[in-house]
């Protein structure tokens, strides 16, 4: 099956520190989304981005499909970001989502 | 936007008894729903694909008769872990989504289970 791949799987951040995040996933896919999991386990649906860029406030996302990664882009980071992040990919030709192992985030005041 | 609900939130309960963990798509019809299963501090695991109308299709290693699904209409599945241990205890969430290319999957909040 797809394997899918993120990288730091830990980031420690200073308030008001940058980050990227990165998704390596081995084969084609339809739909990719990032997801931010909170302390009480909700999956927080931060970009579905298949291809290309997209922005929403301080974070924003690229993927390139065309060479099977993404990132994701945290600026001017705030404790409230603390928590997991997953990648989640749907292979191209079915519909289940796999996810990545996820990184843990972890931002300082 | 398309939100899926989960009921319910937490479930406690003693080791051998059932539980029911619903999932209900409220503003699409689902023909398709998923449900994973999460350790702490790991991802979530895919357990099986839910269809509506017939059985489901379990993910390697996940026990059919452990982990009984039931898609009976468009908008409900349910997970029903039967006889349940204390190595059952575990967050599970299920998902639902269109089925069509570039519609994105939407989850529900989960169910914390813990069987003492």
């Known amino acids: 099956g797809i394997q899918v791949e993120q990288s730091p799987p830990d980031l420690i951040l200073q308030e008001g520190a940058n980050s990227t995040l990165r998704c390596n996933f081995s084969d084609s896919v339809n739909n990719l989304q990032w997801f931010h999991q909170n302390p009480w386990g909700q999956l927080i649906n931060l970009f579905y981005i298949p291809s290309g860029t997209k922005q929403n406030g301080r974070l924003s996302a690229t993927t390139v499909a065309t060479e099977r990664y993404s990132l994701l882009y945290i600026s001017s980071s705030q404790t409230t970001d603390s928590g997991v992040y997953f990648c989640a990919v749907e292979r191209d030709g079915g519909f289940k989502t796999i996810f990545g192992a996820g990184t843990r985030l972890f931002v300082k005041a | 936007g398309a939100v899926v609900s989960q009921h319910p939130s937490r479930v406690i309960c003693k080791s051998g008894t059932s539980v029911k963990i619903e999932c209900r798509s409220l503003d699409f019809q689902a023909t398709t729903m998923f449900w994973y299963r999460q350790f702490p501090k790991q991802s979530l695991m895919l357990m099986a694909t839910?269809?509506?109308?017939?059985?489901?299709?379990?993910e390697q290693g996940v026990e059919k008769d452990k982990f009984l699904i039931n898609h009976a209409s468009l908008t409900l599945s349910t997970l029903t872990v039967t006889s349940a241990h204390p190595e059952d205890s575990s967050f599970y969430i299920c998902?639902?989504?269109?089925?069509?290319?570039?519609?994105?999957?939407?989850f529900g909040d989960g169910t914390r289970l813990s069987i003492l």
């Open positions: 839910s269809n509506e109308g017939s059985k489901a299709t379990y």
């Open positions: 998902s639902a989504g269109k089925m069509a290319v570039n519609q994105p999957q939407h």
